[in-house]
């Protein structure tokens, strides 16, 4: 069996593992990381993705501290213009491996395993097995062992449906619709997209901008959700303005709220917030990122049916608990139901540092290489775990309109415990996945008029956190008892 040694042993070579490990060789130039992963290239779950994927939010703040993922420009055309760039799949994926191969790799200090699992753990002495050969490796960890596959996201691909699939019924996942051009003698007459989270708007999108009829598509969509609105999630630097107003509409909107639901109906009403139908309550939040004309083409999709989870598809009929519906024999059915976090995994907290592990988190919601990354300048900057936890307790991950509050409330306890440290607000300033750190850092050296208003945003938050904390707190109750496992650290 082969052996070997390392400092840091990283699992997962996803947008967790790569933005630790790209930071950590920053801020420790002394250590030495190996990485494994199941999948042959880097990139986590983005291998698996489907090909007509993109990033919700603009490509800014995502990727690696050390390299740009997109270009400072804006899209001129499609749903997103008039915005910054949303990193289409290819570009994720070629991204990851640019950084593996021109930075990572030529570091010296860094050692990839493709196509390996982790297996197991004695101490400091890791068992790791090759997926193809099937051989076995020891890796002795001289500091610690970094699990970057906490979020366990799962997509359509790697998803397997919790309802039955009769024999000759038409079924696919988004990522082989793209192949319906190979058989165009045999296109369906119908689709259905069975899923209501963000996988299934991107299906619905694609199909409405392939051509497809709104009235040839039906939508099984048992909860509705809310979505950010990507107009004020721009760059900071470029649009400081709309972020502004969506942390004043944040804090103002819980603060008169008795309610997670009233917050959202106001914010609903600022157009902070986003919905497919103004006559339908969202009761579904997963922090979804979607424009307005995204929402437009999805409105026009009028056959949505409400009736709760599917049990089971066959040729012209879809099933559920007490009622059948007919549908045209020749219906394409299409899987998006995958659940991005499971909920296994977030009723699974636990501290980020904890002896010789880290598990990778959230430190900000939902902030994911972020929350990676100043990971890694804490493990390097900062000497025990109580520090380091202190500094970033576990962001709770809620699910729907009930519970959000309680993360709007961490985050600005979590932003103010970060910013209050000399050395955490200095990397902040810097670190290109903070989402106003080097923008503000930027209008501060050029004498920036936009600062004097951003500068009120302290007012804002302080004048509105007693309500903020009210709801946050009413929220948090329910986040621990309908969601177990989630208590504050």
């Not at 490990?21 to 992963?37: A, N, Q, S, W």
């Not at 299934?200 to 809310?226: F, H, N, Q, Y």
């Amino acid at each position: 069996m082969a052996t070997l040694e390392t400092d840091y042993l990283i699992v997962g070579a996803g947008a967790v593992g790569l933005a630790f490990v790209d930071t950590l060789l920053d801020e420790d130039p002394d250590c030495h990381i190996t990485i494994v992963d199941i999948h042959a290239k880097p990139g986590g779950h983005w291998n698996d993705a489907y090909p007509f994927v993109a990033l919700h939010q603009p490509s800014a703040t995502y990727g690696v501290n050390s390299m740009e993922l997109c270009p400072d420009r804006r899209d001129t055309r499609g749903h997103n213009a008039g915005m910054f760039p949303l990193a289409p799949h290819a570009e994720i994926l070629a991204y990851y491996s640019k950084l593996m191969s021109e930075r990572l790799l030529p570091s010296g200090r860094v050692e990839y395993h493709p196509m390996t699992e982790y297996v197991s753990r004695e101490g400091k002495a890791h068992t790791v097995k090759g997926i193809l050969s099937g051989e076995d490796m020891t890796i002795h960890t001289r500091r610690k062992l970094v699990d970057g596959t906490w979020f366990k996201t799962s997509v359509p691909s790697t998803h397997t449906p919790a309802y039955e699939i009769a024999e000759g019924t038409r079924f696919t996942i988004p990522g082989e619709l793209p192949a319906l051009w190979k058989d165009t003698s045999n296109l369906p007459d119908h689709y259905v997209i069975i899923g209501g989270g963000k996988t299934a708007m991107d299906t619905g999108v694609w199909l409405r901008e392939a051509g497809v009829p709104a009235d040839k598509i039906g939508w099984v969509r048992p909860r509705d959700s809310w979505m950010f609105n990507r107009k004020l999630l721009q760059p900071a630097y470029h649009e400081i303005e709309g972020l502004v107003k969506f942390q004043v509409d944040l804090v103002e909107a819980a603060n008169a709220a008795e309610t997670g639901d009233e917050m959202f109906e106001e914010l609903g009403r600022r157009g902070t917030m986003l919905r497919l139908d103004e006559n339908v309550t969202p009761s579904m939040f997963h922090y979804a990122v979607i424009s307005e004309a995204e929402v437009a083409l999805l409105s026009e999709i009028k056959d949505v049916y409400r009736q709760g989870h599917v049990t089971r598809i066959e040729p012209g009929k879809m099933h559920f608990a007490s009622e059948t519906v007919d549908l045209p024999e020749n219906t394409l059915f299409i899987n998006c139901t995958a659940t991005a976090v499971p909920f296994s995994v977030r009723n699974n907290a636990r501290p980020f540092f904890d002896g010789d592990t880290i598990t990778l988190q959230l430190a900000q919601v939902p902030f994911v290489p972020y929350s990676a990354a100043l990971a890694a300048f804490l493990e390097a900057n900062f000497e025990t775990d109580e520090e380091k936890n202190n500094l970033a307790p576990p962001a709770p991950l809620t699910d729907g309109t009930a519970t959000y509050p309680y993360a709007v409330m961490a985050n600005l306890m979590s932003t103010a415990i970060l910013a209050g440290n000399e050395k955490v607000n200095a990397w902040n300033a810097k670190s290109r996945l903070h989402p106003t750190g080097p923008a503000v850092a930027r209008m501060l050296a050029e004498g920036d008029q936009r600062l004097a208003k951003l500068a009120t945003i302290g007012d804002t938050i302080k004048a509105n956190m007693p309500g903020v904390i009210k709801l946050g707190m009413a929220a948090k109750e329910i986040h621990e008892s309908t969601e177990p496992g989630w208590k504050a650290a």
